[in-house]
Structure formats: C-alpha cells, structure tokens
C-alpha cells in the first residue's frame, strides 16, 4: 500500500510553491535486521525518483545530545576547494575506518548492455565524465575537492544494466556539508557539463582503466565469452536509427542476431573514438544523448542515509532532486519508463552455434581453469527462495562425496567454485549465467573430459534424487531432494543477518541502491532482505527441475578452458604463433574448426591446432572446437537420473555440525559489569564552595558491590571519583537514553545530565555539552573532545604467559553479538633462508587442503578460517559464532600440530594424504611464478623485498623448491617447528573463563614434546636504512609479465624510526597532499589510472610512498614529475590558510577518533598492536594529542627536511629517497632480459645490489 504525503513549507530556494506532494511506500523497518537500529522510509517524489531514506538514529542520537540544530539552510556558496583524502596506507595493515558518516548512493537504469554498438563502453565513459564539473558546480574538481576537504570520498561503478555513484560524509556539528556534498551530487543527474575538450582527456582515464585490466586472464575470458556468443549481428551505424526490438531473434536490419551480451563493457581508446570517428560519429553528441535518453528521474532509483530525523532528509531530497527531469530529456521511447530496462525481449545470449564446442585460450598468467556455462532464464523473480544459489549449494560443496572431493582424490582439480555469480553479467532481466570453474591439476588437464563427465554424474544423481522424492518427518512421501538441505540455507540465511555487523555506511546504502534496480525484481516491500533470506518453507521444486533436467545438459553448455600448457601470451613474440609458419586468424573470422574427432588428448597440441584466432578488444588467442559426439553422448548418459556407479562415491552433503545453536551473551564481570550511563559524557553539579557548578565528566566503568550499583566517573582534570546509582535509574533502558537526560547520584546528592551518548561499536564519549567548548568556530575546525583513555579492564588483557605461549583476551562490550575471533600467531627457529619460507608456504597448503571439507562446513555456517605463512612462522584466524568457534579452532591445531614431535621421521604425519604432497606443491609452485605479474603489485613487492631483508622473493622460494621431495620437506619442518613461540588473542562474546579454556586447548595442542623458543631468539624485524644522499636509489625492473604495457613507479621517502611527533606529521602530510598529488597527474595531466601517496609504517620505521602506474608515460617521465610535484607544491603548503590547515588537522584528528565498524575490525587492529610489539592500544589517543601541538610552521619543517627536492640555499637537497621503476612492454628503459624466466634472478640481483649499496646496514631493533 502507499499513500501521499505532504512536505510543507519548503525553503525559499527549493521551491515557489508552499508544498511539495510526494508518495509514501511501505514501511521498511519491520524488515530490518535484529541488531539494526536505523529507521527506513520509502517515498516517490513527483518527478517519480524512487527513494530510500535511511535514519541513522545512533547518528541522530549523538548530533542532538551535542546540540546541533536540524534546521540549518543549505550553503548556496558554489566556491569550490581542495584539499587531502583522509585514507592512510600502511604496510602493516589498513587503518580501521568505522565512523558513522552520511552516505548516498544513485543508481541509474542504464549499463553497459544498453550500450550502442558502435559506441561499445559508451555507459561506462558517461560515469566518467559526470565528476567533471557540472552548471552549478563548473570548476572540474570542485566535487571531489570539497568531499576530500572535509574527510569525505566517492566513487562509481558501470555494472551491466545500471550504473550506480555513492559518496560519504562526516556529519558532525554542520549540518550544511552533509546537504551540501547533497546538492553538488544532486547536480549530476541535472546539469552535466560535458564538455568536449575535457571528453578527450578523460578517455585517456578510461584507456588507463582498460591497459590496468588488459591482462586479467578473468576479464579477458569473460570478453572472449561475449566475442564469441554468436550473436554479435551486424547494427546500423548511427544511434538514433538503432531500434532494438528489430534486433531480437535477429530483425531485418542484421545477417545475424544480435544480443547486448556480446558487446565490451568497459570500452577503450578504440572503441569511444578511433573506431566512430572514423565512421563519422560526433562522440560528444552521442554521448550527450545516451544522459539524456536515461537519466531521468524515473529510471534512477536514490539512497541517502544521514543521522537526521526523516522528514528532514526527505526535505533536502525534495529539494535538491525535484527538478531531475521525469522523461527522457530527447523524448525517445523507453517503454516502461520506471520498470524496465527494455532488454527483457533478448533472453538467452549464446546462439546455438556456439553451444557444443570447446575453447581453449591461452592464459596471461600460469593457470590451469576450466569453465563450464549453462545459460538459463533470468531468475530475478525467484528471490524468495533463491533455486540457483540452492543449486550452486549442491553442485560447488567441497565435503565428502562432493564432486570437488572425487576430483581432488583423483589429482586432478584443486579447487572450484559455482552459480551465478553477483554482477550482472551473471544474472540479469534477460538471463542468467550459470558457471561452474575448476583450478585443475596438471593432469586434470589432460582429463578434462573426465572432469566434465564427474560433473554430469553428480547431475543425473540430482535428478534421480529429485524423482525419488524424500520421506517427510511425518512419514509422508514429497518431491525433490531431502528438506534439511534447504532448511539449512535457510536457518545460516537467518542467522547471518540477524546479527549482521553494521557495515560500513558506503556499503549499506549501496545494497539497499542495488536492491532498489528495476531488473533485480525485489519488491519494496523487501529491500533490505530480499536479496538475503529465503522466504519459502521449501524451494521452488518447479523451478530446480526445470533447470536440472532442461538447462544443465550438455548441449546447453558452452566450455572454456584456460591452461599455460597450451602456452601463454608471452609465448607469442610480435604477434606471431607458436608455430612459426602459421598465420593467425582475423578477429572476425570466428567459425570454429570443425573436428570431430575424440578430444581426450593428453595435451592440446597447437601445431596441429593451426592458427589461433584473437578477440580484438584483449587480443586473447583461443581456438575453438566442436566436441565430438561420443563425448556428448558420454556426457548425456551420465546425466540420466541414475545413482552414480560406486567408484565415483558421489553423494548429497552431511548434515552440517556447524550450525550454531547457542546465541546468548556471556554475563560481564561484576567489577566492571554493563550499565546504559556507560561511556556515557555527562555534565554533574558538584559543589564548590558555597557554590554549586556543573562539571564535565564521563562514564567509564560499573560494578555492584554489597547489592549498591557503582558508577566511576572521570573529570576532565583526571579526578576519578564513583558514585552510587540512585534506585530510579537502575534500570534505565540504554535504546531510550538521549541527550538531555537528567537525574541523580547518591541518593539525590548530585544531580547530573547526559550530553553524550556513544554509538554502537563506539567507546567512551566526552562532551561538554555546549558549543562554547565544544566547536568553538562555526564551521566546526575545533578540535573534537578527546575521550579519556580506557580503563584496562577494557582493552586486551594478557591472562596467560607460560612455556613460550601468551594469550590476550577481551570481552566484547561493544557489539552485543553472539560471535567470537581467535588468532594466533606461531614464530618458529630459524626462518632465515628461502628453503625454511617455501617450506613454511608449502607446509600451511597441505594443512589447509587436509582441513578443506571440515572448513568448508564451517564456512557454510558462517565459521570462518585461514592459515597462512609469514617471515617468521605461521598464522592461524578462526572467527565466527562463538558457539562453534573452539570446535573448528581444535580441528584445525589438531592438523596442524601434528607436524610436531616426529624428529627422525621422514614420512609425512597420518593427517596428510601421500597424494596431496605433489598437488599441492604444484599449486605453490604456480603460485611462486605468478607473482608480480602485476607491474602495480610488483613494484610495492619490489619496494618491500629492498627494505626487508628477512623476506625472501617468490622467485627465490621457486628455485629453492627445486628437487624437493616429501623426505626433504619433513625433514626441512622438522627443524622449523622444533621451537615455537606462540602469541595468541581471544575477543568476542568470550568470558574469562573461556579464554582459560582456550589457553588450555592450545597448550595441550602444542603437544607434550612442546620447547619453547626463548625470548632472545625470537627474529628481529629489520628494516634497511636507505642512504640520505642528493641523488636517489634507482632501482629498475622489467614487468614480470612481457605483454604487460603497464609501467609503475614508486619513489619511496625514508623518514626513519617511528616516534609520535613524526607518525603525526606523516600522516598530515598524507592528508593535504593527496588530493593535489591525484589532481595534477591523473585529472589534469593523465598520467595514468593509479596515482596515490600515502604513508608508510614498515616494522617500525616511517616513510612516505607516491605511486603512479601508466601506459601512456615512461618511467623517468612519472619519477621526475612526482619530484616536480613536490618541489611546486611547497609555494601551496606555505601559503595555506590557517583555516584550511585547521580543517586538515580537525578531519584528521576525527578520523583518529573514528569509532570501529564492526567486531572483527576492532580485532584486527588491536591484534596488530600484539603481532607488533606495540601494545599501545589506544595510539589515536596520543595522536589526536599531538596533533593539537602541530603548526602550519611544524609540518613545513618536515616537509622541508623529508620531502622537498631544495634546501634553504637554493641547493639540491639530500634525502633518504629511494625510486623503483617496473617498466612494461615497449616502453623506453626496460631492462633487457633476454629469457624471461631470468626475471626473478634479475630482481633477486637487484634487491642484493642495494642491500650492497647501504654496506646491509638496517635501522637495528625497534622497541616500543
């Protein structure tokens, strides 16, 4: 139901007229999740936009006890400024980003399928080109510029048939950013510019975007996939001309059919100018008529969260998107103007002829991939219960009689994974693409056919299940397969967003945005769940046997396979074969070779192949096959509704043992126990003399002692003094404590009122209540009040210490969920050399592949877990419902562990199948020459492996592989496991007693042969010290990859040991260079897709990273400009206003004070602080601190003495710089090797040479 509303009394700006009438929609809060406290209201406006608004009462909550008035107008000031990003990088981990900002997400109607032909990426250089300026904002960057100012960013994605754009916001004592950063948005979808000379320099961006993809051997099979559809028919050339309908089931103006899936989404030089303009298309013009054909109010749908009451978001979103036009600006008919795409007519996207066949492509990187497609109907409008995700269930499970499992026991897969994915190329209003990929051995490559006829077994026992029917638990006889499987999706389905984390602001309201698009087909009703639970109390039995029997056949599916046996791109020297005297084929020449022949080779032969045949946009080399038909006939008979034969030992999935059971929360200790006033800032009238005076104080601890309730309040001058709770607040409801609150301490003594209440997931809260102290300047630059710091009892407590094993533990008081995260981490004797590292990699593979199928299950029920190998050791995470968390964590050490205590033993432990040890080596081995094949990834690992010398490359870790046999390896594990040391952390809705029990549990795990590794042998974290010289370091290497186009440079500024003052003033110069350093080279000089700075904590010392990939400059060209940047930039930093470097230190300062998004990101960091030695749990306290100490004069010093190229004198100046450069393909002063396997001792000689350069001396050990 919905009815009409009346928003009254509009500003004078929005509006001439007294009222606005908008259409009100049904009531979203009842389907919000358990722990979700945001108030939702859906509203249609006149021009009929479809919009969510979401109230952030937690938000709302802390601006109103702050005093912050709602009613504020909206800044009609267009001035634009810039300023720095407020992101911070680090080598040790990301910074934990909870605050809660406002959000806001848009989603046009409109994607890459409703590209023009001839226009091909036309949608995604659209969303481009709409940050770049617009009629009320026109100066470029003015956006961007004003969100970064102001501790806020944005970006955009282009999917297949909607394009969304969000941004974020603090929200804090002014309300007119919030509205303001609204209106600039607003803009967007009003009053584009467009304009031609900035298209040209944008599509640079674009090409850039492309040149970074061109390699991923992902996006290129997924284009190879469109290319060959068979349904790519000839299209007019002009866009107004085009009628769509005429190309279904291929109309009268194509030789064949023509389907939008065979189209390239993300365009490139080629496709957005070369190839029109030669054809005479005005780009610009077509370009403006594609915005104006479908961004219009009705095909958009729009999301704003804010921590505002309703009627007021929905007053602002009146007033800045009524006048989004309703219609197409250019009157063209799109038929269903609020509900369609208009692609529903096309259906399936793979004609027939390019069914039955088989293609094999040649990989970028050193993978083994076969995938299977089965093109089905669209299956939006079965969200209630989801049967292709049920289906994905069956067929993609890795546990016991699985077809994974079956695989993996004959060698042949290592991985796999199957649906249809989340994009929209995978699900969509015409269709939907069902994928099913396997990581194959070595061997399962020459068995693929096999591989496929496990498949179809599995199948024709589903289909046989499904005939059978099942038992009901009343005896009764039902279709389909046994009821448990569904009812177990459904219940993990149910519990996973019962107690779904808050998220991050950015994500909620994109989800709600994307939930919102007309071809997803939720109802309203059900936007916030739909796209999560299971509604039926069965799943669509019709709907799983017209997919099984109809759809999942062999001939409905299409094969691709990917594998660096056939070869790779790089094998292919200057466009020419493998065979030399071979001619490749024209892209357009696509027909398949016909050979019908039995295809179970041992490995595809190229030779006899012929010529390959290249897609044009990757200029990926595949050739195609038609399968032969014993082969299908095999396929055809192993899919019949039979139980499989018993040498397959296929079967359903076991009931899952994971599921949780138990949701309570563990009761909090009685000294420091849960109170609703708990981090609570409150003002209390203490007297003084004869006079009594109100006083700022906070919240920061209760307990109950002799039957009285005790509150411990600190003063903003440190006194702490408790008090006793009078009876008529004892049990005060903390979901309806505001601001404003007022009543009394003991016994009526002293009075006291709330100023401050702290948001979920947020710690102690200081106010003083009244913007005189609070915000002293308007337009808030005033410091935010710093928290005092936590009692202990509140932060990580060490509660076990013996035999060379330690464990921290806190108890979550945060986020009330019934979840748990356990963490350890194992430094083991002797990790120094690369045979001890690969050994370590390969030693936590064969643990993870044995522990797969329980882990599988456990991740089914939202139990999560990893191990995975270190410089120093090994770690080990174990996360999720607390109920089950020991139970895997035991499972998991009981695999590991078995390692320990076998010296003299040469075979490898019980837990570990024989045949594992060479798949999994294999695997590891793969791995090792994949890496850097990233020139973006590379030339950070390039960075790191020079400034660590504990840390051995890939390259390294490969040849010390060489030879090595499963003796060796055990024996090698042997000495490495010898001695341990183990840190380990216990967070959650764990007590104490539980942490005891886990201390216990690892203890009896390490063992009864268990020495520990003393203190003084526990490896040091080295860092390299970087000379301080007027020349720099250049280090230059090839791309790993030679087809690789992408050149990355990184010029890297040692700053030296981690103090306080100097972490600060790093982190600043972060926040105000950032912005300009992006501005320059990529916006205005396109320089290439990826320009960044950012600071840098490596292991304790300090340092400052700028980072440019290209594949339109050189690599001098990008270093030198980054030292010119920095020389110019200084004129800017010195004449920066005092108000604009009060606004750099206050958004900082905030992002320091930032509250954690969730659970496990508050693990994260504390647990980085243990890893590290640091222990310093509440850094961002001191920081915030010592930023009040900075000047504009300080952090020119700094910038002086660590970052600009002159001295005082005018003279080069010396710095601890240090310049990497990872040349591509092509491009001036790429080093010449002349085997490309040589790479990795190419980059192992060049990090020895500049561990050479610096005689090895290091920054020594770093305490804290």
Not at 471 to 484: M, T
Not at 497 to 517: C, F, P, Q, R, S
Not at 678 to 685: M, R
Not at 987 to 1011: F, P, W, Y
């Amino acid at each position: 139901q919905t009815s009409k509303i009346i928003i009254s009394k509009m500003t004078e700006a929005a509006t001439n007229d007294d009222e606005v009438e908008v259409i009100l929609g049904p009531d979203l809060t009842p389907t919000r999740s358990y722990m979700d406290k945001k108030i939702y209201r859906h509203i249609t406006l006149p021009n009929g936009l479809q919009c969510v608004l979401i109230c952030d009462t937690v938000a709302l909550k802390q601006r109103k006890l702050d005093g912050y008035d709602d009613d504020d107008e909206s800044d009609d000031d267009h001035d634009d400024s810039s300023s720095g990003d407020e992101s911070v990088e680090s080598d040790d981990g990301d910074d934990d980003d909870g605050t809660r900002k406002a959000a806001t997400a848009l989603l046009v109607n409109v994607g890459s399928y409703h590209d023009p032909p001839y226009l091909q990426g036309l949608s995604h250089f659209l969303e481009h080109m709409l940050f770049l300026g617009t009629e009320d904002f026109p100066i470029e960057n003015a956006y961007d510029s004003f969100l970064s100012q102001h501790g806020g960013d944005d970006n955009a994605y282009t999917d297949m048939e909607h394009t969304l754009y969000h941004y974020c916001i603090p929200q804090d004592n002014n309300s007119k950013h919030v509205w303001k950063a609204l209106e600039m948005f607003s803009s967007f979808f009003k009053c584009p510019l467009l304009k031609g000379e900035m298209a040209d320099r944008e599509l640079k961006a674009v090409e850039s975007e492309f040149e970074l993809n061109k390699n991923s051997d992902d996006a290129r099979l997924s284009q190879l996939m469109s290319f060959t559809c068979g349904m790519d028919g000839n299209a007019p050339i002009m866009g107004r001309d085009f009628d769509w309908k005429d190309k279904i089931d291929g109309g009268s103006s194509s030789e064949k059919p023509f389907h939008p899936f065979a189209k390239f989404p993300w365009g490139n030089m080629n496709s957005l100018k070369t190839e029109p303009e030669a054809k005479g298309i005005d780009v610009m013009e077509e370009l403006r008529d594609h915005y104006n054909s479908h961004y219009y109010a009705q095909n958009m749908r729009l999301v704003v969260m804010a921590g505002y009451e309703l009627d007021e978001i929905q007053r602002q979103v009146v007033q800045y998107f009524k006048d989004v036009p309703a219609n197409p600006r250019n009157n063209v008919d799109n038929g269903d103007l609020a509900t369609t795409t208009n692609l529903h007519p096309y259906k399936l996207p793979f004609h027939s002829s390019s069914l039955g066949k088989i293609y094999r492509a040649l990989p970028v990187r050193h993978c083994h991939t076969l995938s299977l497609t089965w093109q089905i109907p669209s299956i939006c409008s079965h969200w209630r219960t989801k049967p292709a995700e049920y289906l994905a269930h069956l067929l993609g499970h890795e546990t016991s009689g699985s077809i994974l499992a079956v695989l993996k026991q004959r060698g042949w897969a290592t991985g796999c994974s199957a649906g249809t994915g989340d994009d929209g190329e995978g699900d969509s209003s015409m269709h939907a693409l069902f994928g099913f990929s396997f990581s194959l051995s070595e061997e399962g490559v020459q068995h693929w056919e096999k591989v496929i006829g496990v498949v179809f077994s599995y199948l024709g026992m589903l289909k046989y299940y499904f005939n059978e029917g099942y038992v009901d638990e009343n005896g009764e006889k039902k279709e389909g397969l046994p009821r448990w499987i569904y009812n177990e999706l459904k219940s993990v389905a149910e519990l996973s967003y019962k107690y779904a984390d808050e998220g991050d602001v950015t994500d909620t309201v994109e989800v709600v945005a994307e939930a919102m698009a007309p071809w997803y087909n939720i109802p309203t009703d059900r936007l916030l769940d739909g796209d999560t639970l299971l509604f039926g109390e069965v799943v669509d039995n019709d709907c799983v046997s017209r997919l099984l029997f109809n759809y999942f056949t062999p001939t409905n599916m299409r094969v691709d396979f990917m594998s660096s046996l056939f070869g790779r791109e790089a094998d292919f020297k200057d466009g020419t074969g493998l065979s030399p005297n071979s001619e490749e084929k024209k892209a357009e020449d696509t027909d398949e070779m016909t050979v019908e022949k039995d295809c179970a080779v041992a490995v595809f032969d190229i030779e006899k192949a012929g010529a390959p045949t290249i897609e044009p946009r990757f200029e990926t080399k595949f050739w195609v096959e038609t399968i032969s038909s014993s082969i299908m006939k095999q396929w055809e008979e192993n899919s019949t509704p039979q139980l499989p034969g018993s040498e397959l030992e296929l079967k359903l999935p076991p009931i899952n043992s994971y599921i949780p059971t138990n949701f309570e929360l563990k009761p909090l200790p009685a000294d420091d126990s849960s109170h609703p006033l708990l981090n609570c800032s409150v003002k209390v009238c203490i007297g003084n003399g004869k006079k009594m005076q109100w006083y700022p104080a906070c919240v920061i601890k209760f307990k109950t002692e002799k039957n009285n309730h005790l509150l411990l309040l600190h003063f903003e001058d440190e006194h702490e003094q408790w008090y006793t709770v009078d009876s008529n607040i004892v049990d005060t409801d903390a979901d309806t404590l505001e601001a404003g609150f007022e009543s009394s301490f003991d016994n009526g003594k002293v009075k006291f009122k709330v100023t401050a209440v702290p948001r979920e997931g947020e710690g102690i809260v200081f106010s003083y209540g009244d913007a005189d102290h609070d915000y002293d300047v308007e337009d808030g630059v005033a410091f935010p009040p710093i928290p005092p710091a936590s009692p202990e009892s509140r932060l990580p407590q060490l509660v076990y210490s013996k035999n060379s094993l330690k464990l921290w533990h806190m108890q979550d008081r945060r986020f009330k969920r019934p979840l748990a995260d356990l963490r350890l981490n194992f430094v083991c004797d002797g990790m120094n050399d690369a045979l001890k590292q690969a050994c370590m990699d390969l030693f936590c593979k064969l643990c993870a592949d044995a522990l797969a199928e329980t882990c599988y299950l456990a991740s089914v029920c939202e139990l999560g877990s990893s191990l995975y190998s270190n410089d120093t050791g090994f770690s080990i995470r174990v996360n999720g419902f607390d109920d089950k968390v020991m139970l895997l964590a035991k499972e998991v050490l009981d695999v590991v562990m078995s390692f320990r205590g076998r010296d003299g033993h040469t075979c490898l432990p019980s837990t570990i199948k024989d045949s594992r040890f060479d798949a999994c080596l294999e695997v590891l081995r793969r791995n090792y020459s994949n890496s850097g094949m990233d020139a973006s990834s590379f030339v950070t690992g390039l960075r790191l492996l020079c400034l660590k010398p504990s840390t051995k490359s890939s390259f390294s870790k490969l040849k010390a592989l060489e030879g090595i046999s499963s003796d060796k390896f055990v024996e090698c594990m042997n000495q490495v496991l010898q001695k341990i040391s183990v840190e380990a952390y216990y967070h959650g809705n764990v007590c104490r007693e539980d942490a005891d029990k886990a201390a216990q549990m690892i203890s009896e795990a390490l063992t009864i042969h268990h020495r520990g590794l003393p203190k003084k042998k526990v490896p040091s974290k080295l860092i390299i010290k970087a000379k301080e010289a007027v020349d720099h370091h250049l280090i230059t290497s090839p791309t790993v990859d030679p087809t690789d186009n992408n050149t990355s440079v990184e010029v890297y500024f040692q700053i030296g040991k981690d103090d306080l003052t100097n972490r600060v003033l790093v982190d600043l110069l972060e926040h105000v260079l950032d912005e300009p350093f992006y501005n320059e080279l990529r916006t205005k000089e396109q320089f290439g897709y990826e320009v960044s700075c950012g600071a840098r904590w490596t292991f304790g010392v300090l340092g400052m990273s700028f980072k440019v990939t290209t594949s339109c400059k050189t690599a001098d060209e990008a270093s030198a400009r980054v030292d010119r940047f920095l020389g110019e930039f200084r004129a800017q930093l010195e004449s920066m206003s005092d108000e604009s470097f009060m606004e750099h230190l206050v958004s900082l300062a905030k992002e320091k004070l930032e509250m954690f998004d969730s659970m496990e990101d508050e693990c994260g960091s504390y647990w980085s602080e243990i890893c590290e030695g640091r222990f310093d749990f509440e850094g961002h306290r001191k920081e915030v601190q010592c930023l009040k100490t900075i000047t504009k004069e300080s952090l020119l010093a700094a910038y002086d003495d660590w970052l600009h190229p002159i001295c005082h004198k005018g003279k080069p100046k010396k710095r601890r710089r240090v310049v990497f450069h990872v040349i591509g393909k092509g491009t001036i002063g790429r080093p010449t090797v002349d085997d490309p396997s040589e790479i990795g001792e190419h980059v192992d000689g060049l990090v020895r040479d500049f561990h050479n350069s610096v005689k090895g001396e290091t920054w020594g050990k770093i305490t804290f």
